[in-house]
C-alpha cells in the first residue's frame, strides 16, 4: 500500500533551443544528464518544455521542407520516446517529455503531443487541444489534428493533470478540470514573444485560483540554428502557481523562473521543492477564504441594454 505524500517536486527545465545537437543520441543523452540531476535532487517530476522536436533540426535531413517537419518529428519521435521511458525507470524520476508531433493511432494525423513517462506505472499522454496558426497553416506549414479530450490519472496519491500551452489560456476548459479535484496541473509550453509567455503563465496563474491546485509550467528559451538560419526566437520562463490563500503565503506564487530570451548551456533549470499538495487538497476540499468549489455559470443570464 503506497503512503500518501504530502508534497512533489518538480524540476523544469527551461531547455535551450540553441543549444547544439549531433544527432539524435546527443539529445537523449542530454535529457539523461537532466533525469540524473533531477534523482539527485530528490525531484519526483522532470518538466520539459513544448515542441521539443523544435530542438532536433539541428541534425534533421538537408533539404527538409516545413510543411514535411511534423512527419519527420513524428517518425523520430517514435524512436526517442521508448529510450525515454527507460531513463525514467532507471532514475525513479517521472518526465513529462514537454510535446512534439505524434501520428494518432486511429487518424494516422500529426498531433500536438506530451509524454508524460514513469518510473513505476503506464505512460499517460495529452493532445493538444487548441491550435495557434503556426499549429494549423495549410499552406506549407505546420498542421496538427486537434485532441478531444483531457486525463485526470493518479500517481504516488495525486490526482494530476498535463494540458499544452494555449490550453490552459482556456477558461471553458478550466471550468471542466475545477470539476475533477486535481492537486497537480502539468504545463509544457512554447512561446515566442514575451506577450505569448505572460499569456500562458498569467492565465496558468488563474487557473491555479479558479481550480484551486497547483500549476506547475515551463517553457523553452531561444531557437535552434539550422543551416547557420536562426529559426523563430523563443521567450519563456518557468514557475508553479498555487492559490492565493493567506496559509500558502498570499501571493499565490509558490516559485519562479522569470522570462528569458537566451540562455547558456542546456538551458535553465527550476526545483519547485516540496509543492504542498495535501495541503492546497485540504483547503480545496472545504477551508478556503472564499472559493465557492466548482461553479457553473449556466443560470446566469447575460442582459443586452443596447
Not at 232 to 240: I, K, T
Request: charged share 20%; net charge negative; glycine share 8%.
Amino acid at each position: 500500500m503506497t503512503t500518501q505524500k504530502d508534497s512533489l517536486t518538480v524540476a523544469h527545465w527551461a531547455l535551450n533551443f540553441a543549444r547544439p545537437l549531433q544527432n539524435a543520441d546527443d539529445w537523449v543523452a542530454m535529457v539523461q544528464r537532466h533525469m540524473e540531476a533531477a534523482a539527485a535532487e530528490k525531484a519526483d517530476i522532470l518538466l520539459m518544455p513544448e515542441h521539443l522536436a523544435e530542438h532536433w533540426m539541428f541534425f534533421a535531413p538537408e533539404g527538409l521542407q516545413l510543411s514535411e517537419e511534423t512527419g519527420w518529428m513524428a517518425d523520430t519521435a517514435a524512436l526517442i520516446w521508448p529510450k525515454l521511458q527507460e531513463i525514467s525507470q532507471k532514475t525513479g524520476v517521472a518526465l513529462v517529455a514537454g510535446s512534439t508531433s505524434w501520428r494518432h493511432e486511429t487518424t494516422g494525423q500529426c498531433r500536438n503531443r506530451a509524454w508524460m513517462f514513469f518510473p513505476d506505472r503506464a505512460p499517460v499522454f495529452h493532445d493538444k487541444l487548441v491550435m495557434t496558426p503556426s499549429e494549423k497553416d495549410p499552406v506549407g506549414g505546420w498542421v496538427f489534428e486537434t485532441g478531444d479530450s483531457v486525463k485526470v490519472f493518479e500517481w504516488r496519491g495525486f490526482r494530476l493533470s498535463l494540458v499544452i500551452c494555449l490550453d490552459v489560456e482556456m477558461p471553458a476548459l478550466s471550468h471542466h478540470l475545477a470539476q475533477q479535484d486535481i492537486d497537480l496541473l502539468l504545463v509544457p509550453s512554447m512561446t515566442g514573444k514575451p506577450a505569448g509567455y505572460y499569456r500562458v503563465f498569467n492565465c496558468a496563474r488563474a487557473r491555479a485560483v479558479e481550480q484551486m491546485t497547483a500549476v506547475a509550467v515551463v517553457g523553452n528559451i531561444a531557437g535552434p540554428l539550422k543551416d547557420g538560419k536562426k529559426r523563430d526566437a523563443c521567450h519563456s520562463g518557468a514557475a508553479v502557481y498555487i492559490p492565493s490563500e493567506e496559509v500558502f503565503g498570499h501571493t499565490g506564487v509558490f516559485s519562479d523562473l522569470p522570462v528569458h530570451g537566451t540562455a547558456e548551456g542546456d538551458g535553465k533549470v527550476l526545483y519547485s521543492r516540496d509543492i504542498p499538495l495535501l495541503a492546497i487538497r485540504n483547503v480545496r476540499h472545504g477551508k478556503a477564504e472564499a472559493w465557492p468549489g466548482p461553479w457553473d455559470a449556466g443560470h446566469v443570464k447575460v442582459v443586452n441594454k443596447g
